[in-house]
């Protein structure tokens, strides 16, 4: 297995451009996940997806952030327009079941973007 | 005050030392407790799960205190390879309106030198 697929690696972009990250879940996982990592905040939820449907998007930061699962294979995260404070890394993550998730059921993270906002 | 809540470090120790992280959380309701490895640049990677009585991997050995709202892990003959950020995670309860939401710590940064 491939594990979660992210991509870009890197992003650097100006100002009030418009920034789309893209992540691709292990095959058969129910749940997925967006996060952003910065020194001062740590590990932030973003927003948590169970069978493609938005669940909890209460982590999302304002309305230039937003997020879309249009099938099982495929997750956008889009920045519009993009400041330089969005400079962070951006984790996409997934697990294998949905809400009813065993206890100890693992998170599985790709390998991030790192976004750079000028 | 944060829901979970870590001593960021750094901790310096050497080669075969024993060091011990500790980790709070403020959600009573929280369910199941786990210890996430992070490499420089690197995405996080579970490490251990936290269990009531305690339980022991190798060098690395997790404790809870449900009634203290502690938990911790004690890695012992620190290895140059254990050189990480050590991350406490806290998943509250499902059911409800509650979906098992996972809550990361800010991490523990180690480095183990020779």
């Known amino acids: 297995d491939a594990g979660v697929i992210q991509s870009p690696r890197h992003e650097v972009t100006e100002m009030g451009q418009e920034v789309t990250l893209r992540c691709k879940p292990i095959?058969?996982?129910?749940?997925l996940f967006w996060y952003r990592q910065t020194m001062m905040r740590g590990l932030e939820l973003l927003i948590y997806f169970n069978n493609n449907v938005p669940i909890d998007d209460s982590g999302m930061p304002e309305d230039r952030f937003s997020a879309k699962m249009p099938n099982a294979s495929f997750s956008t995260l889009k920045i519009q327009p993009s400041e330089p404070r969005d400079s962070a890394v951006y984790f996409c993550?997934?697990?294998?079941?949905?809400?009813?998730?065993?206890?100890?059921?693992?998170?599985?993270f790709g390998s991030g973007t790192q976004l750079s906002v000028l | 005050r944060k829901e979970v809540e870590q001593d960021p470090g750094p901790f310096n120790v050497p080669e075969g030392a024993t060091v011990a992280f500790n980790c709070t959380y403020s959600?009573?309701?929280?369910?199941?407790f786990f210890w996430y490895r992070q490499d420089c640049r690197k995405e996080p990677k579970l490490l251990m799960s936290v269990y009531s009585s305690g339980n022991e991997d190798g060098r690395f050995t997790a404790q809870l205190n449900r009634a203290s709202q502690y938990i911790s892990l004690l890695i012992r003959d620190s290895k140059l390879s254990d050189s990480a950020t050590y991350l406490c995670?806290?998943?509250?309860?499902?059911?409800?309106?509650?979906?098992?939401?996972?809550?990361f710590g800010q991490g523990t940064i180690l480095t183990v030198h020779p």
């Open positions: 993550a997934s697990r294998p079941s949905g809400l009813n998730a065993g206890s100890n059921e693992k998170l599985f």
């Open positions: 095959s058969g996982h129910n749940s």
């Open positions: 959600n009573s309701a929280s369910q199941s």
């Open positions: 995670v806290v998943r509250e309860r499902a059911g409800g309106t509650s979906y098992g939401k996972l809550t």
